[in-house]
């Protein structure tokens, strides 16, 4: 019986990696990948990872119902999902509609939270209606487990208000304990 899982960390974790991993054991084993990402990453038409693995995708417009983009594609043997924080509350419940109507597993990999440590709307649908959810970890320099997107300006302070959604990578973001998140929040504030 297929699933839709959803595989969450903080920046940096390694989800891109093991999206395109995945991907690799699934075609040595002759199955068709179809991986997709929402367009407002607009960086490329690739799903890239830090370590240097990247891998042509199928890029999902807002308005586009991933249900019918499948059958147009061709029905793949799997669907892996990057950045799956970024689709909409609709576009989660059509990936759903793929595992439950052809029986297609899904795996979708991207950021719980963002900054703010708020939910995304994608994430929060996955978390929702997933089979399977599982953290992918990360450490805080600390050495404890990060589980917060610090967004940094470029004088290394942690930014707390803004716009939802701002692409970058380790210029601006910080995956951070909640505890040291909060600590270096409240030095900016008194110092």
Known sequence: MAKLYFKYGAMGSSK??????????????????WLIK?????RDAQVKSRIGLAADVHVIEPNDDI??????????DVVIADEAQFFTPEQIDQLRLIVDEKNIAVLCFG????FRTKTFPGSHRLLEV?????EIKT???CGSKAIVNARIDGNGRIITDGDQILLGGNDQYVAMCHRCWTRKIKEQNNG
């Open 38 to 42: 929402p367009s407002i990453d607009k």
């Open 67 to 76: 249900y019918e983009a499948y059958i147009a594609h061709g029905q793949a």
């Open 111 to 114: 950021l719980r939270t963002d």
């Open 130 to 134: 997933a089979d399977a959810i599982e």
């Open 16 to 33: 891109s990696a093991q999206a395109l991993i995945t991907k690799f054991n699934y075609e040595e084993r002759g199955m068709s990948v």
């Open 139 to 141: 450490m805080c320099e």
